[in-house]
């Protein structure tokens, strides 16, 4: 998840955010997939839990993660 945020984040000349700053847009964005989740897993359909298995598709103009 992270390496597809930092590609697409690179398109969005606008916005430079620092390590520390992604870090914690890509923590928050885990935090509420797996609170939309009954049994806590990132992925509703598939079940898996694995983070390097979920890909960021669209970013707001601010940088926030609009769709995994």
Known sequence: MESSYREVLSGV?????????????????????????????LCLHCGKDDPRALTVTELDDMGFITEV
């Open 13 to 41: 000349t606008s916005v430079q955010l620092s390590a520390d700053e992604i870090a914690v847009v890509l923590s928050a964005t885990l935090t509420l997939l797996r609170r939309h989740n009954i049994d806590g897993a």
